[in-house]
């Protein structure tokens, strides 16, 4: 069992930035994808990134391509989400996922398959 716990949301104007974080209670570097997903007012969850840490390899859904930056921090069990130029479309609850095994991050973000599911946290964008 991973407990997953994010953090780093809040209400913020377009054009802003926030850095979300995801902290695992186990060691999540090698042998797990890891992924952001979102679900907006009256929309359905969606990928937003995933990413297999020791391989580098990572996958960013197209709306946030070149906005939105994922990454680890092994010694921190930690996988961050750094937005920037939010818009009023990314508001939702972001939440944090992860599966074990070797699920890739195209299939993790585009099927929402996971195993473990953090709590969530809300992202507001508005002015």
């Known amino acids: 069992q991973v407990h997953l716990v994010e953090s780093g949301g809040g209400l913020v104007q377009p054009g802003g930035s926030l850095t979300l974080s995801c902290v695992a209670s186990?060691?999540?570097?090698?042998?797990?994808?890891i992924g952001w997903f979102r679900q907006g007012p009256g929309k359905e969850r969606e990928g937003v990134s995933c990413?297999?840490?020791?391989?580098?390899?990572?996958w960013y859904e197209d709306s946030v391509e070149g906005r939105f930056t994922i990454s680890g921090d092994n010694a921190k069990n930690t996988v961050y989400l750094q937005m920037n130029g939010l818009k009023p479309e990314d508001t939702g609850v972001y939440y944090c996922?992860?599966?074990?095994?070797?699920?890739?991050?195209?299939?993790?973000?585009?099927?929402?398959?996971?195993?473990?599911w953090g709590q969530g946290t809300q992202v507001t964008v508005s002015s």
């Open positions: 996922a992860a599966t074990p095994g070797w699920l890739g991050v195209d299939a993790m973000c585009i099927t929402g398959r996971s195993t473990f």
């Open positions: 186990d060691d999540i570097a090698d042998y797990y994808t």
């Open positions: 990413i297999r840490i020791a391989e580098e390899s990572i």
